[in-house]
Each structure stands twice: as C-alpha cells, then as structure tokens.
C-alpha cells in the first residue's frame, strides 16, 4: 500500500532544488572513461509514450529511531513525451514528468531532449505559488565539443543524461556544456552563461552491483543486456543501470535519492 502525502506548498519544490547542489555555475576539470557501445541502450521515445518512475526520497525530518526503509518516502512520477518542440532551434522531445503521489497539484519538470543525439538542451520546473504557478530552469548547449552529458539539480528523483553517440575520444576525455539560467529567448546567449564540466564512465555491471541494486539476479532478469553509467561533476554523482531497450534507467542514483523504472 502506498501513501498519499500531502506536503505543505513550496516545501517538496525547495527540497528538491536544495537538498543537493544549487543551480549550475561551477566550472571544474573532470575527465571522462568512454568503454561500451551505448547505441543499443539509447532509447527509442515516441510521442505519446509513457513510464512510471518510483524515487525513494528520504524524509524532510531526521529519522533516529526508525529503520532505513522507515526513514524513506515512496514517490511516483511518470513521465511522458508530450510532443516535439523546438529550443534552441533544435527539435526535442519535450518529456513532462508529474507527481502522482503528493500535492499541491500543478507540480511539473519538463525536460527539453534533442530528438537525435538525445542530449538534454534544457529544463523547466512549473510549480504552484500563492495563487500563481511560478517557475525556474535553465538552457544548455554543447561547449567545443557537440555531445555533452548533463543533469537537472531536481533532487526529488535522479534525471541525468549520458551521451549515447559514438565520438572519437581517447580513453580519457573531457566533456563540457554551457547553461544560462531561465528558457527565456535573448539576443546573446554568450551574457549569461556558466561553462559545466562533467565526466562520464561506462561499464558492464557484474552480478553482485546488480543485485545490489535492484535485489534480483540477472538469470531473473533474464539475462537481459545491462549497462552502468556515471556522472560525476563539481554538482554531484549520478549512477544509472540501464537495460536494452527500456525507456529509461531501471535503477538510478544522484547519492541521496533512489528510483526504480517501475512500468512503461
């Protein structure tokens, strides 16, 4: 049996945004291992497609005399491609992600994915405020390379994206994107931009991470073709498990917060 919570307004939105790192600004030096071929677990969206993410939050209180389990909140969120729309003038997939288990209504992430390279160009958090649905996000855009990795500082659920592409880079390399906050147009994005860098780390997970993560085997998974993915900056780590032709990561973490792809 899951719950129904009923939060106080503002209160799950700025824990979100503030429970990990602040916005995006922080230059660092990071390289990145490049192992696996990744094309066979890029997903394949369609608009109109949807799937339902259960996050494992911990509580907004300290939990001293309860277990772990105890001590952490169920979320539901699903997800779906809305449509495709344009930023940046590039065409994306304009994913809507929504609570399903909380209040106050009107909560939603949308997330801007270029509909070739799946790379995150930017994001956008809508959430009720006095009356009125207020709002925060930001742009992003490749740095002098064109694919990039990046995350959402949403730490209600982990949301980050790898790059899938086949690129030439050596074993170590160094990926870098740019973000502005706001999705408002202007005239010169070079004004307010910050540079991001981010490293990302590909490999085979073996049967002991599996199970560790999802609490079943790979004979029970039926030795479906798995793939793990860091990310790691100045802002935070991020671990995914993806499967062959899923929508999303079975399992994911940004070090605080857990989530399971539970349907699609």
């Not at 990744?38 to 394949?44: E, V």
């Not at 540079?195 to 079943?216: G, T």
Request: include cysteine; charged fraction near 20%.
């Amino acid at each position: 049996m899951r719950w129904q919570y009923r939060w106080p307004k503002l209160v799950m939105v700025l824990y979100g945004l503030m429970l990990g790192a602040p916005l995006h600004g922080v230059a660092q030096e990071v390289a990145a291992s490049q192992a696996s071929d990744l094309g066979s677990f890029k997903p394949r969206w369609q608009v109109g497609q949807a799937w339902v993410v259960e996050a494992h939050v911990p509580r907004l209180q300290l939990a001293t005399e309860v277990d772990r389990s105890q001590a952490l909140v169920s979320l539901r969120w699903r997800f779906a491609v809305e449509k495709i729309d344009n930023l940046l003038d590039e065409p994306c997939y304009l994913i809507e992600a929504r609570p399903q288990d909380v209040e106050p209504e009107g909560l939603c992430l949308r997330l801007w994915v270029s509909t070739e390279a799946l790379l995150l160009k930017g994001w956008e958090l809508l959430f009720p405020c006095g009356g009125v649905v207020a709002s925060t996000g930001e742009m992003f855009r490749g740095g002098d390379f064109p694919a990039y990795p990046a995350s959402v500082p949403f730490m209600l659920v982990p949301i980050a994206f790898p790059v899938w592409e086949e690129i030439p880079l050596k074993d170590i390399a160094e990926f870098h994107y740019e973000a502005r906050v706001g999705l408002a147009a202007v005239k010169d994005l070079q004004e307010s931009r910050f540079s991001i860098a981010i490293s990302q780390c590909v490999d085979k997970p073996d049967e002991r991470y599996v199970k560790s993560v999802l609490n079943r085997s790979v004979d029970q998974l039926g030795n479906r073709d798995l793939l793990r993915i860091e990310l790691q900056s100045s802002l935070g780590h991020w671990q995914q498990l993806w499967m062959a032709g899923q929508p999303w990561p079975v399992w994911a973490s940004n070090g605080i917060v857990t989530s399971r792809l539970v349907s699609e």
